[in-house]
């Protein structure tokens, strides 16, 4: 059942009995027609709330929007604030989606409420089909244990990047790091320990690599960073960074009771930045080779194989 639980409504008239004339429902009907096409096609929560605003906005509804959506932790507002305001708890078949306020520079009346309550029952659906979106797409690329995108979102990301870099002539440079004695980890301190430690290293690679850079778990023990815009020397430096890192990272037990944290297993780390003409199987074969070689001297970088 789809419901919008008014909470509070500051400023606002008490609530009455609301009859309205055939002009009224038609002006209603189309109101809400317009929403649901502002609406249609859009797949994330942003996009959403500034067409519902617009909306609102276009229909002297609200001048400004207070947000609280559960999936996050502070209050956001979009537009402008004002002084006569109306909060309202949005729910879907029983799945609570968060809080808003609608702000006016003027005083609802009864209309505006009916018009308004309509409105945020098609924008509970469009929010909670946003999410359902999102969570098929991390499905797809994510990967379950790390959160990391995973090797169908590498494939793409390769594809997508050697377009951008022949276009424009950007470099492009590419990481593959393999983690140093993992079975031994596995076979001392049991396969849990070593889902938090693969967890914690795809933490590290986040924290260690720039806002540009894709990360990825490229499968089993290995994970990926792709590098837009970055040439083989600073590759090196942020390879350099990543190791650093982990080398100060702890692996805590399930249980800490009794039991000391545990150094984060090493990475051995293999670098290619791509060459003008070659495919993204070649890139990606000349990482794994100098992965291999890095790995032969375990817990190094080894720049691109020649």
């Not at 793409?156 to 492009?172: D, K, Q, S, W």
């Not at 000391?260 to 990475?267: E, M």
């Amino acid at each position: 059942m789809d419901t919008v639980i008014p909470l509070i409504r500051h400023r606002a008239p008490a609530r009455r009995a609301f009859s309205p004339t055939e002009t009224a429902r038609a002006e209603l009907a189309e109101r809400l027609l317009a929403l649901h096409e502002r609406l249609l096609g859009c797949d994330n929560d942003d996009l959403l709330l500034q067409r519902f605003l617009s909306w609102a906005e276009g229909a002297e509804l609200a001048q400004g929007l207070g947000l609280h959506l559960d999936s996050e932790s502070t209050e956001r507002q979009l537009g402008q604030s004002h002084p006569y305001r109306c909060t309202y708890r949005l729910q879907l078949d029983g799945e609570y989606l968060g809080e808003i306020t609608l702000m006016r520079h003027a005083q609802y009346d009864e209309a505006h409420l009916v018009t308004i309550e309509r409105g945020l029952g098609a924008l509970a659906k469009g929010l909670r089909l946003a999410r359902e979106r999102q969570r098929l797409e991390d499905l797809a690329t994510r990967d379950a244990l790390t959160r990391l995108l995973n090797r169908n979102a590498l494939d793409e990301g390769l594809a997508t990047e050697f377009a951008r870099a022949r276009r424009v002539g950007a470099p492009l440079s590419l990481l593959l790091l393999d983690v140093d004695d993992f079975k031994a980890l596995n076979d001392r301190h049991g396969h849990l320990a070593g889902d938090r430690a693969l967890r914690g290293i795809g933490e590290i690679l986040l924290a260690s690599t720039r806002d540009t850079d894709l990360v990825f778990r490229h499968g089993g023990d290995e994970f990926a960073v792709l590098m837009p815009g970055t040439d083989a020397d600073i590759a090196a430096d942020v390879a350099a960074r990543i190791r650093e890192n982990l080398s100060r990272g702890l692996l805590q037990p399930a249980d800490a009771e009794g039991k000391k944290d545990l150094a984060l297993p090493r990475v051995s780390i293999g670098l290619a930045a791509h060459q003008p003409g070659e495919s993204t199987t070649a890139l990606l074969e000349r990482a794994d080779q100098s992965l291999y070689r890095a790995k032969a001297f375990r817990a190094r970088v080894q720049e691109q194989a020649p």
